[in-house]
């Protein structure tokens, strides 16, 4: 029969276990939730008294302010958190591997495999334990097989998948009331009770017809898909932006007119500098390297193409800067405001923003960032990742962090002064007042700067 969850473990308390599990707690004052992380520092800031949490996100402070030391709690503690719980979530990150074989291209499950064993050599009853990180289809097949191997007797372990689909920026709003929830298990009794379990804890707030119950290898596979399936709107829309900027034609009008077919809906069309993020990318090449472990050469070179059209917008619009600055920006002052992949988050992994200073650091301008939701130690971080042979010291004789956007004042800036809007944030009447100051502005996917 399903188990009535009353305990519950977080391995990882990153941007998807953080969020997720204190959602779950808010909404289920009968459940206690422990968020557990090797990481000693990421742990404190979720502790620390006036809510200095690791990881910005509107509304999640709120929501740890009324669930936190009542039945939500943060703990390096790995081994106590799975003990005592009946249903484990696994939320560690799995990055793209550097090296070795995949590398590039597949995923690193280092670190599921080591949360997987700890739970084997942890667990003295039995318990369900649920892939919450993005995985390559039947990892499960793989947890279970290590944790049968390690487990005392009397332990069973039942693996769900249930992928997070919430977006960073509005991630709690997401989880209050996902599109759907989804979890996969195997088709066995077994299976079928741990997915009732699962559900009866999405069920304290999400109606049931939004929780879609389907086989493992489909719901690993789901997120993959659905990821796949958002970045590939992007680049098409991209791709477009560049065939609009060569002929006059606008992107947003031309985005606006193709999103109200109901068969392809108004949302996820804007173009763009470049997707960013933890998630895209990373999936896409994961679904890449799937294909090709698979032999379906064509699949993985069609998949592909939506990363290598990204990566060309990105050079792409450093290259529109260059062009329209008369050929060269040496020495010249460039702002760029924002440094996160997306609004409303401190997020930089896989920033577009990184490449674009990148660029502008090989061609000898001054960078000037602006990003009120990243600390600079980060972008130093990011910066250096990016120019392995560049010192600290000479990316910080091109790039400086500064604590407001005034440098980019018109006032204070050389003529003609330029502003190039990489995500389409000016509409018709912010270019014309930006006009009106005197700014040259240059967006995305239009050909006619103002
Ligand atoms: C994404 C998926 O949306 C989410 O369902 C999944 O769980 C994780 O990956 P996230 O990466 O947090 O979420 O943000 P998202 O809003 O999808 O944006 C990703 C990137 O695409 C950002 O850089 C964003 O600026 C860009 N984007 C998004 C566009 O360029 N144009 C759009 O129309 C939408
Ligand atoms: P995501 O965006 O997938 O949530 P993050 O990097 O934000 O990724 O969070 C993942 C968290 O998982 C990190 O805080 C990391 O310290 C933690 N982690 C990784 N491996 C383990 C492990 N074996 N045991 C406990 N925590 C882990």
Redesign the pocket.
Known sequence: APTKVTKICCIGAGYVGGPTCAVIALKCPHITVTIVDLNQSRIDAWNSPDFQLPIFEPGLEDVVRQCRDRNLFFSTDVDKGIRDAELIFVSVNTPTKKTGVGAGSAADLNNVERATRRIAAMSTTSKIVVEKSTVPCRTAESMRTILEANSKPNCRFDILSN????????AIA?LYNPDRVLIGSLQTPEGLDACESLKGVYANWVPSEHILTVGLWSSELT?LA??AM??Q??SS??ALSAICEATGANIDEVAHAVGTDSRLGP??????V???????QK?ILNLVYLSESLHLNEVAKYWRGVVDMNEWQKRRFGQKVVKELFGTITGKRIAVLGFA???D?G?TRE??AITLIRDFQSERALVNVYDPQVPQEQIWQDLQEASPSSSLDTIQKHVTVSPSAISALYKSMNKPAFVFDG?LVFGNTERERLANIGFKVISIGRGDSI
């Open positions: 992928p997070e689909f919430l977006a960073e920026g509005t997401d997120k659905a990821n958002l970045a709107r992007i829309i991209n949302k996820f069309l804007k173009a763009s470049g997707f960013g993020g933890s998630c895209f999936d992949f997306k609004a988050t997020d920033s577009a995500r």
